[in-house]
């Protein structure tokens, strides 16, 4: 039992309070005002340019591509105007030797081709639409105003936003190095190529992925809501809202419709306290922050993303097994180990290796409520590479991971509950008809069991949330937020052309 006692009083670091929620949201909301005010802030709140959402009764046919890592996608989107909408796709991977290319150009060139190969096999009508006419600055030659299709272009990596359909690069990720892009507008390289195909695209919106989120909800939602908040919890955390256009105050660069007296503000909340007012800092939090790339940084993200969260289960549990008061994963007496063999681990196992263990397990571990815990031992297993482990094993092994679980979906509620209060949409005279909706993606929030319980419960602790206001919060999930999210944003954007 001594293990049990351990793990329990282990889990208790991991609680976050209702007092200690009520205290980061406000801070949240704090530092949502500062990031409003000026640039080089914790949450950066970049405006989006996109300056309203839709209600679902929007239709057209419009193009996106998500290019983001190891693969380029390329999709149509046919929005029905009824909530619903059919999407095509396809998907190639980004040949390595262009990921590190001499020239832009050759990266741009590829996915352009990419473009012209799906419009051939999927949409061949309106190649037979060209007629030959003047060319237009920013449209391609040949074709017909109404034949030209608007592509949403959502581009997963730094970039320096200066208008709805462009940004410059700031820095390659995730493997890409072609020093030629730096510095340059992602979304005129693109149309380049694609007008040197004579494809009747036009490349109308650069696309953040929660942005994206935000809008594949609005469109979606029952009721002709809008949206007001997207939100992923996945292998990052971020979330972009509708914001007032008075309550941006720091200067903005580029061109925008300001009849609506809206923007979408992406948070980039990863960042929120990275000062840790606020935010829990168990030693467990500490240690992984140490030996991530990036101390010191993406703070909030580091409590509550799937990136994290089985790492910062594994620093517990190699802890605790270098603990010698505490028999946990080692030889020991396996009375109650119906695997019928004592308990090892060698240096190889995931369990010893940094960042080797995936936040699923936290959902196995949640799910797992069997006398026997069997799925979870497998898990413990294959995941951590814990040879039988007991049943006491996996019972420490399941209060641990909950309480890590609870509280990033708590810290979760906190985001959630400071957007709400900053944008006053709970205003108390509403009544429980006036719903505020959000929506949400990531495998965290959609596989986790309980993760918008916890969520929610957290925020009825607010003030000005309360019970009454937590009701009137509808969360959906939204998906493919750089499919239909990005046409969606190219359609918007269409309107100012
Ligand atoms: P991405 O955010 O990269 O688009 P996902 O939304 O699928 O993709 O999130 C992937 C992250 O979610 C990974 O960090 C993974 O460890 C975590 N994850 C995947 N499945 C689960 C699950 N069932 N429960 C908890 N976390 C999960």
Sequence with gaps: MALLAEAKRISALFEF???????????FVTEMNEGL?????????????????????????????????????????QLHGDTTFTLTQSKVAIPKELMVAETAKELFAFLAKQVELFLKSHHEEHFEGRVE???????????????????????????????INSGTLIRW???????????????????????????????????????????????????????????????????????TMSKIKKPLEGAYDSTTGQMVVNTEWG???????????????????????????????????GMFLGEILRIVLDIMMGNSKNPFFTDKDSSSNDFGSTTVIDDNAPLKQQWAVDSSILSVAQSDNSVGLRTLRQFIEKD????????EDAQAVKDIAHAIAKR?????????????????????????????????????????????????????????????GEKRIRIGIAKDGSGVGAALIALVAAKLE
Excluded: W
């Excluded at 074709?143 to 200066?162: D, N």
């Excluded at 951590?384 to 049943?391: D, T």
């Design 17 to 27: 309070s209702d007092d200690d929620v009520r205290n980061a949201v406000v801070e």
């Design 37 to 77: 005010e000026k640039n080089g802030t914790t949450l950066s709140q970049i405006p989006t340019f996109v300056t309203g959402v839709p209600n679902g009764t929007e239709k057209g046919l419009y193009l996106a591509v998500d290019l983001g890592g190891t693969n380029f996608r390329v999709c149509s989107i």
């Design 133 to 163: 006419r003047h060319q237009t600055p920013g449209t391609p030659t040949g074709y017909e105003e109404e034949s030209i299709f608007r592509l949403g272009f959502t581009f997963s990596f730094p970039v320096h936003q200066t208008g």
């Design 173 to 243: 990720t995730k493997g890409f190095d072609i020093q030629d892009a730096v510095g340059k507008d992602v979304c005129a390289l693109l149309q380049e190529e694609l007008d040197l195909l004579k494809l009747p695209v036009k490349v109308s919106a650069l696309v953040n992925d929660t942005v994206g989120t935000l809008m594949a909800r609005s469109y979606t939602a029952p009721g002709k809501t809008d949206t007001l908040l997207g939100a992923i919890f996945g292998t990052g955390t971020n979330g972009a809202y509708v914001e």
């Design 271 to 305: 960042s929120f306290d990275n000062g840790l007012k606020v935010l829990p800092n168990t030693i467990y939090d500490q240690i992984l922050d140490k030996e991530s790339v990036n101390p010191g940084i993406q703070m909030f993200e580091k409590r509550i993303s």
């Design 384 to 391: 951590l590479g814990v040879q039988a482990p007991s049943l």
């Design 408 to 468: 990033a979906a708590r810290l979760a509620g906190v985001a959630v509950a400071g957007i709400i209060l900053h944008t006053g949409r709970l205003d108390p005279k509403g009544g429980p008809e006036d719903i505020v909706d959000i929506g949400v993606d990531g495998s965290l929030v959609e596989f986790y069991p309980g993760f918008e319980d916890y969520m929610r419960e957290a925020m009825r602790a607010v003030d000005g949330i309360g019970h009454a």
